[in-house]
């Protein structure tokens, strides 16, 4: 069992479709706010994801499984007797699938009219290319945001599945379920959320947009004062084949960052003189190998000079500052990062780890209000498991 809710969504109940990436995404954070999703996952096992031990499919941490087999109406109507109780659905289908399934806006707010569905694809629920397959790198190749990040001279640089999946995806729907459920508990009334990553994706990069559009960030990569381009914001190699993070942007913070590389006196050009940018950066790369990241950790740190060392996922939860503030912890048995953000009076938790298919289906649908009788109904019909 995992702990007790405290979080700030505690007593907010949610249903999950269950799928694959932002969505599980969007549920584990809901979840580690307090809210109480139960994911309803295929009887069959799917033959997409990334096959590991489920204790370690840390997106899915936080909640109870029920297995169903949504080709059965008898687990159809089960899922809309959960859903005449929950604040919110998440469902991660292509377009229509839903509403074939019979599990739609339509058929679930019949059910219950105050209900959030939110909704989580890529391209959209409509356009061109709203039924078309596609996966992260895809919605932000069409945005701009892969063609905007790598060095100068270099392909575009995939950054992980963060800019789409995570951050332009789950973190836009779990706002907008957020978001819903509070306007309904006045209006009394749900509604869809629609949530894209392709918009997603494109919203993460209003700031450069703006930049572009006032003359001040151009389409060429590693150029730019965010993208590599600036020497005073980079990733420069150490003595010891390592890395360390120079983001020194204003102008008090990059004199400091002069001092402490030794150029202070050198007569470099202007910080700001984009023509000699590249000259200066090969400075500053040149500087930075004559000593090991470990050194240049005890001269930066406590300085005013914006400045971290380049960590591996190994070396991260180690890091002092990280483990003073608990922003990994161990649970389950295998190192995690935290919920986060983090409350003053309401924190919030990891309710349990990631479950097994079908773990809870018994447990779970006792507490969700059905009862026994029923739930041997729907085992006979082969409808949960």
Known sequence: MG??????????????????????????????????????????????????????NLLHRGRRSVAMDLKKPQAVEAVRALVAQADALIEGFRPGVAERLGLGPEACMAANPRLVYGRMTGWGQDG???????????????????????????????????????????????????????????SGRGQVVDAAMVDGSASLMTLMYGMRAAGVWTDERGTNRLDSGAPFYGVYETQDGLYVALASNEPRFYRETLEKLGLAAAGLPDQHDQSRWPALKETFARVFKTRTRAEWCRIMEGSEVCFAPVLSMGEAPQHPHLKERGTFVEFDGVVQPAPAPRFSRTPGAIQRGAPHPGQHTDEALQDWGIDAARRAALRDAGAIQ
């Open 3 to 56: 702990q007790q809710s405290t979080g700030p969504l505690a007593g907010v109940k949610i249903i999950e479709l269950g799928g694959i990436g932002p969505g599980p995404f969007a549920a584990m954070l809901l979840s580690d706010l307090g809210a109480d999703v139960l994911r309803i996952d295929r009887i069959a096992a799917s033959d997409s994801g990334i096959a590991m031990p489920e204790k370690f």
């Open 128 to 186: 061109p290319l709203a039924q078309a397959p596609g996966h992260d790198l895809n919605y932000i190749a069409l945005t701009g945001v892969l063609h905007s990040i790598g060095t100068r001279g270099g392909p575009p640089v995939p950054p992980l599945n963060l800019a789409g999946d995570f951050g332009g995806g789950a973190l836009y729907l779990a706002l907008g379920i957020v978001s819903a459920i509070l306007e309904a508990r006045g």
